[in-house]
């Protein structure tokens, strides 16, 4: 036990100022959010130790440790509320939402009841999701209901209008 208790009384303030760096660095590498508040928390634990008649081995672990739990929890209600679109996981778990917005090409008349589409390299089951949609057109993905691709036909590219002929 008095191992633990010396080894935690060698640690500074300035190895925790050299923890929260290291910590920054690898945020900065990374860019997940995650270890930028545990870098705050051993930046604040430094400058706590800072302080006169600090005693490093108890006041140390226990400020990085609540520190750390109160900025991370902080940190990722900030985090959701301020990038919501980049704190989202990607779904992983479910490859089918990749298709929102996809486009592909209709392999057989769809309608209200059903047809088939080819996107990507795959055919899938798909839904008009308003009017029906001949084979051969182009279409975009615009719902999923279960393992059913809702979708709505492309308006074609216009064409140029072709050259008038003016009577001289």
Do not use: C, Y
């Not at 520190?67 to 509320?81: H, P, Q, T, Y």
């Amino acid at each position: 036990m008095s191992a633990i208790t010396d080894f935690l009384g060698q640690i500074g303030p300035w190895h925790w100022a050299a923890l929260g760096l290291l910590l920054l660095v690898i945020e900065l590498l990374t860019g997940t959010m995650v270890l930028l508040w545990l870098a705050i928390a051993a930046g604040l634990t430094a400058l706590a130790l800072l302080a006169p008649g600090a005693d490093p081995w108890f006041l140390g672990p226990a400020i990085f440790s609540g520190a750390s739990i109160v900025l991370s929890l902080a940190g990722d209600r900030f985090a959701k509320k301020f990038a919501p679109d980049q704190h989202k996981a990607p779904a992983l778990d479910d490859p089918i939402q990749s298709l929102l917005g996809e486009t592909g090409e209709a392999i057989s008349p769809i309608d209200q009841g059903g047809g088939r589409a080819r996107l990507r390299d795959s055919d899938w089951n798909v839904r008009a999701a308003d009017d029906s949609i001949g084979a051969g057109a182009r279409l975009e993905v615009v719902r999923i209901d279960g393992d059913r691709l809702i979708v709505r036909a492309l308006a074609p590219a216009a064409l140029p209008a072709p050259p008038s002929v003016s009577e001289a």
